[in-house]
DNA sequence: GCAATTTTAACTATAATAGTAATCTCTTTC
DNA sequence: GAAAGAGATTACTATTATAGTTAAAATTGC
């Protein structure tokens, strides 16, 4: 076995894999889709979507084949998604700074490129079970974005960076590398990220990164929006400052209670 | 490889079991509780998880060792649930019967011996995401466990009742296993459940069974639900055993929309 | 009905895992 | 602060599960 990789399994890797191709765009699947995408020989593919079926978390149509999540699927998912009930707690502080001060608050956990919005402004609570929204390509361009990579370490950021599509959504969006590792480093030093107008004409925000306490890991950011029309960056920065980086270590404290149960 | 498993990954069949160990009453755990629990070997254990910690599913506290769920998790859950997007279709059905009527709708998936509810009458909007509830040991003494049973092969329904544990809720749940196949047996040849007190003191309900339209198989259920304040098992009946059946045919044609994409 | 494609099955070489035992790292206790 | 003990990690092979090839069914399109 590759060194190094002693204590890791490639079936289980595989099989999660699989799982994780469905999402609102992808609710079906076909073997031969998958083994394209994931690159698995007809066999392996067949061994993995198979066992997934049996165990009940895939369900496989026996006319067309085509396989889908099933009811294990979601039994397993809101377990899990109970499990990680710290994030109840932050929903309920964030509601509570936003009735108090009347201030829009994201929430955004980063998964890869990902930002895995917890509470959102715009949260349409009524769609399906009021599960977050996501989205990609925004590092660059949010101050959630920009605040989670200022509380990455300055290597991962970079590397990050270098591997992000830079995409021009106003014609203030940073666009350029270079441009965008001082921004980064600014944003570290003094600790929190401004947005102005980089994201959607009229909108600003000020973010702070969150932390794991325990790993000391940056694990996303909590942001506070403004319309233009109300703010500008300036008011912000010296209205909002400090709050939000105190918004961010409370919420911080709230990733891991990892008391020992009993 | 014993016969007739060639194609099942054990491998990816461990790690899931892993995953599915968290819920919100274990939201974390060690290594050698996961070992324990499982029966696995420590080496195997330490393998699974650190498979699962490399590939962001689990995060470990690396003083304590314990295990949660992390971030990617909460991704690949919510990317799941919003690939079973039908089930949206369903709440939105049932909360339109539930206006127009005024009548308690239960809708629920059964995994294993668990009833997944989808939608339930006391549905606690506001907590965590509005996640479905669940519950076990409900099979036999509440409408949609019997309905449930009464959707499954003879045979299936048989084996289900024979390991069931008949907890008695009230003095009217059936305990007995011989009248449990009669109850069961009945609810099939007329289509529909029926629970007088059986599950709360002063609770009536009508249940029918939801078939996957496309394999033909029972997966759950459907309720209305009363009080003995206003209506009696009787009334019940005479009033809604044709909607309660017609209601579970409209579901259960919206469980697998399964239509071939573009 | 006949290609083309997809899915499933049989079959081994090879790579991955299980399990044992040894080692390391904390806690606890005295 | 040493010793004991529990849990986690690593090293090491025998075993076995899986990858990949090939081929047979099954399905689809014509």
Do not use: W
């Amino acid at each position: 076995m590759s060194k190094g990789k002693y204590y890791f399994s490639k079936s289980l890797e595989k099989g999660l894999r699989i799982l994780a191709l469905f999402n609102r765009n992808t609710p079906v699947l076909t073997q031969s889709e998958v083994a394209r995408v994931l690159e698995l020989n007809m066999t392996s593919t067949y061994r993995y979507i198979n066992t997934l079926v049996e165990m009940g978390y895939l369900e496989k149509n026996t006319k067309t084949k085509e396989i889908r999540p099933a009811a294990r699927c979601l039994l397993m998912c809101v377990n899990l998604m109970q499990a990680t009930d710290n994030l109840r707690m932050i929903k309920e502080e964030v509601d509570r700074l936003h009735r108090h001060y009347n201030i829009s608050i994201d929430v955004a956990f980063a998964v890869d490129d990902t930002l895995v919005r917890l509470y959102h402004r715009e949260a349409e609570e009524a769609l399906t079970y009021s599960l977050p929204e996501f989205s990609k390509n925004c590092l660059h361009n949010t101050a959630l974005g920009k605040a989670y990579l200022a509380g990455l370490p300055e290597e991962a950021a970079a590397v990050k960076i270098d591997q992000m599509e830079l995409v021009a959504k106003t014609d203030r969006t940073i666009v350029d590398r270079k441009i965008l590792q001082q921004e980064i480093e600014l944003t570290r030093k003094r600790g929190f990220a401004m947005q102005v107008e980089e994201y959607l004409p009229g909108v600003l925000a000020i973010a702070a990164p969150l932390y794991d306490p325990i790993n000391n890991m940056g694990v996303g950011a909590v942001s506070f929006d403004f319309s233009i029309l109300q703010h500008d960056a300036r008011s912000i920065e010296a209205q909002y400052t400090e709050m939000i980086q105190e918004t961010a270590q409370v919420l911080s404290g709230m990733l891991s209670p990892m008391q020992h149960r009993k």
